[in-house]
């Protein structure tokens, strides 16, 4: 019988069974199967024309239902790899929202790099799961290097920092905000507080919610930013362990708060502090001083979260939580006799389940690591180099056009403005108008009592060209 076959239900006739993506025939397998994805590709976004399909949420719906007449998702009998293939990514690429398009700047949503997106196909077809070393030997090796290499450049100077790699900056939070209860929490003593700005990500408050803490103490943010005048005000009336959280990069405005003068209140009122940098935490890897500079103070927190899928043109997911010493992981650490036999473990086998909440984890160190050899400091500072003077391009570009309101200078990539003479209520219904149109994917913030529209800038590939049309499509959007 041929290799890779299955009897037959009655007759004895062989019939193919479909080939695998590791192995030694994984790579010839895959390379026809690559070449239909990427005419694939090639195809839905000639046919989307822009950042996003045109129509709204009935067109796409009815886009996706007309693509899976007939055979549906689950045929009787399959169509074969070429036609599901050929079908499905030509659908999901001209219903996308393709981050790749200058126009395309509403949310923390980077356009992945080509190596960083071919290194993770890597790790789909080897199919590592860390959570134990005999899954995943290569990959563990990998990460433990990779995540020891991150943190020491947010810690500089530590003996022993680490991270763990996560989903994003949700994981990361949570894991912050659980590893600061696990320290403080006594049996019978005070529950642990959690104190961030109204700036913070939702995952903050949400993370207290999830691992039964009382109601984290949200402080008002009128300038956008933690003020410390009113931590402190805040920290003076509490007793028993707290938690601060403050944000390098919030999510509206890309704003930094004030982390030297934070981290000094904290010290002060024996708080801990947790910086949430998932927007921002890559600068502190870029050779250019004055990216550093803004992030001055961040190494003085207990944890650190950052996220490469933002500001790190990673596919999805590429998060981590780093801390200045390993030990402060120590909590994390689980025993399941089938995935680290304690004898396992004693006779030298690396014990992963300590490395994680979740038990199965893809290889995301893989694409992080190729990225960062390929780019080098020096190529990944051009590319923040690029992006940030593009949202300051950006901003002067409308600064100086009498037909809109700039809100403030860009701190990192994102640019808050508004068209002269509109209502919120009109700002609102123009965003939702490019949506329907197809024309532009352009985010939403409130900031000092108004709405603003949000641009987002994450492509490196940006053109001032890109930047003058997208201000021309505004106009005729909103003067007409």
């Avoid at 199965?360 to 160190?365: H, L, P, Y």
Wanted: hydrophobic share 45%.
């Amino acid at each position: 019988m041929p290799a890779h076959t299955d009897p037959g239900p009655d007759d004895g006739t062989a019939v193919a069974l479909p080939p695998l993506a590791g192995g030694a025939e994984g790579a010839a397998a895959l390379r026809p199967l690559l070449g239909s994805v990427l005419a694939a590709l090639e195809h839905g976004a000639a046919a989307r024309r822009g950042p996003l399909p045109a129509g709204g949420p009935d067109a796409v719906t009815g886009a996706v239902e007309a693509a899976l007449a007939g055979p549906g998702v689950l045929p009787e009998h399959g169509t074969g790899p070429t036609e599901a293939l050929t079908t499905l990514v030509r659908l999901l690429a001209a219903g996308a929202a393709d981050p790749a398009d200058p126009r395309c700047a509403a949310h923390l949503h980077t356009p992945p790099l080509a190596l960083a997106a071919a290194a993770d196909l890597a790790a789909s077809a080897l199919n590592p799961s860390l959570d134990s070393w005999d899954q995943a030997p290569a990959a563990s090796a990998l990460e433990a290097r990779l995540t020891r290499t991150l943190a020491a450049g947010v810690y500089p100077g530590r003996a022993d920092p680490d991270a763990v790699v996560t989903t994003g900056g949700t994981e990361s939070n949570q894991l912050a905000v659980l590893l600061a209860r696990e320290r403080h929490t006594r049996p019978g003593g005070p529950p642990l507080a959690v104190l961030h700005g109204a700036n913070a990500h939702h995952s903050v408050p949400r993370a207290a919610w999830l691992l039964g803490l009382p109601p984290a103490i949200a402080l008002p943010t009128p300038a956008g930013t933690l003020d410390p005048a009113a931590l402190d005000e805040a920290l003076a009336g509490l007793t028993g362990p707290v938690l601060v959280t403050a944000t390098a990069g919030t999510t509206d405005a890309g704003l930094i708060d004030p982390l030297p003068a934070l981290a000094d209140l904290c010290d002060r009122h024996g708080a801990e502090l947790h910086v949430d940098a998932a927007y921002g935490g890559l600068l502190a890897l870029s050779g250019n001083p004055r990216h550093r500079a803004l992030l001055t103070g961040l190494d003085r927190a207990r944890s650190i979260t950052l996220d490469l899928h933002k500001l790190g043109w990673q596919p999805v997911a590429a998060g981590l939580l780093a801390v200045p010493d390993t030990g402060h992981l120590t909590p994390l650490g689980h025993q399941a006799d089938y995935l680290n036999a304690t004898d396992d473990t004693e006779a030298g086998l690396p014990d992963l389940l300590g490395r994680s909440l979740r038990t199965t984890r893809r290889a995301d160190a893989l694409k992080i690591a190729t990225t960062l050899r390929a780019l080098g400091r020096d190529g990944l500072t051009r590319l923040l180099d690029h992006t940030l003077q593009a949202a300051h391009r950006l901003a002067a570009l409308l600064e100086a056009h009498p037909r809109f309101e700039l809100h403030a200078a860009p701190t990192l990539s994102t640019v808050l403005f508004r068209p002269t003479g509109t209502t919120d209520e009109d700002l609102a219904a123009l965003r939702r108008t490019l949506l329907h149109g197809g024309h532009a994917v352009l985010g939403r913030a409130t900031a000092a009592g108004r709405l603003w529209l949000k641009a987002t800038l994450l492509n490196p590939h940006t053109t001032e060209a890109d930047l003058h049309a997208l201000v021309t499509l505004l106009e005729g959007s909103t003067h007409r």
